[in-house]
């Protein structure tokens, strides 16, 4: 402008051809701009500096048992910030900033990932929080996401009679170490639909039980007023009549067992056991072992009104245990008896 200036001052020109004269600069001036502007824009993204531009990461999902890739998997981060479907191999990709395959985090609106905290599932496979998920770095810096396809058991309740009643229910024990003791853990129960089937899904390896809830018939059609009252006692796979020698049942990734459970519809008989001392305010925890093998299976329950622990049972041996707990003391009792049947009064339990 100053050149421009003197320009005109020198050559007598009007003061407007200053615009004439500095145009040409003025103009290169704005090209050169607007050619930096456009190569910055076409070589990096806005707000990211040239260490934080997209690179991807990719990876596998495959089946922890048979090593086959798993298509249509949701491959997701923490709060599903990244989410994607494998694709029919498999594979999924992430483009995100630089920084991530190195183990440090990537930082994109507020949002924070690292490659080892992908996850993904699919139906039919355990989820990551069931121990259904392993993670590992392939030899090419890829991710290899290993899913273990659930197990399962399943069956049917069947019945003596033609007729089986829905709603039957059915109980899951798992064998777990618990204080370093191997113990027999309800895992989960099921009620059997109207053709007596039931389901237990999304199962881990490992040991486990089933066995069929007490169940009293109330059918009207079958059952006489004041006529002896019948019942379903709990059947044990693969058809005992106690959880001790109930069969274990040994699962492995996807596997899938199939298994029958028979009912016998039995005659109950009433049980009355009185009570010495029982607690006065009706609490009191009441266990039925049959042959005197702890285990899941019967109940009988206290009537504070009465003083008596009472219920009904079919034909066998059992053993009936009481405690009750105090503010700083617990006490307990047992007794043995047989039903033969008829109803049992006594013997008392101190």
């Known amino acids: 402008l100053r050149r421009a200036d003197r320009v005109c001052v020198q050559r007598d020109l009007p003061w407007n051809a200053i615009s004439v004269v500095a145009q040409p600069g003025i103009l290169l001036l704005l090209a050169l701009l607007t050619t930096s502007s456009l190569s910055l824009s076409q070589s990096s993204e806005p707000g990211l500096e040239a260490n934080q531009q997209p690179e991807t990461i990719r990876g596998t999902v495959v089946d922890a048992i048979t090593g086959a890739p798993i298509a249509r998997a949701l491959v997701f981060a923490p709060g599903n910030s990244y989410a994607k479907m494998t694709d029919g191999e498999g594979h999924f990709e992430f483009a995100v900033p630089k920084g991530v395959g190195d183990g ?4 994109s609106q ?3 990932l690292y490659p080892e905290m992908l996850s993904a599932r699919k139906p039919g496979f355990l989820e990551e ?9 392939a030899s090419d810096g890829g991710i290899i996401i290993s899913l273990t396809p659930e197990a399962l058991i399943k069956g049917r309740v069947i019945f003596s009679e033609s007729d089986s009643p829905p709603g039957i229910g059915v109980q899951l024990f798992s064998r777990q170490v618990q204080d370093g003791m191997p113990r027999w853990v309800q895992g989960g129960s099921a009620q059997t639909n109207s053709n007596g089937e039931f389901r237990f899904a999304e199962l881990q390896p490992g040991s486990y039980k089933v066995m069929t809830d007490e169940a009293l018939d109330n059918d009207p059609a079958i059952t006489t007023p004041r006529g002896p009252q019948f019942g379903f006692p709990p059947a044990f796979y693969p058809g005992v009549g106690e959880f001790a020698a109930a069969g274990t049942i040994q699962l492995a990734g996807g596997q899938i067992v199939e298994l029958e459970l028979p009912l016998t519809r039995q005659p109950y008989y009433p049980v009355r056991i009185p009570v010495t001392n029982g607690d006065p305010n ?13 285990g899941p299976g019967y109940s009988l329950g206290y009537n504070a009104q009465t003083g008596r ?9 059992y053993l009936v245990e009481a405690s009750v707990f105090g503010q700083n003391s617990a006490s307990s009792g047992a007794v043995e008896f047989s039903v033969n049947g008829a ?8």
């Open 104 to 107: 440090s985090p990537l930082q």
């Open 110 to 112: 507020s949002r924070v």
């Open 129 to 137: 929080q069931n121990g259904g998920q392993r993670l590992e770095t």
């Open 282 to 294: 009706g609490g009191m925890s009441v266990t039925v072992s049959v042959q005197g093998h702890r």
């Open 309 to 317: 622990i009472e219920g009904s049972l079919p034909r066998g041996n």
């Open 343 to 350: 109803s049992v009064d006594g013997p008392p339990l101190i």
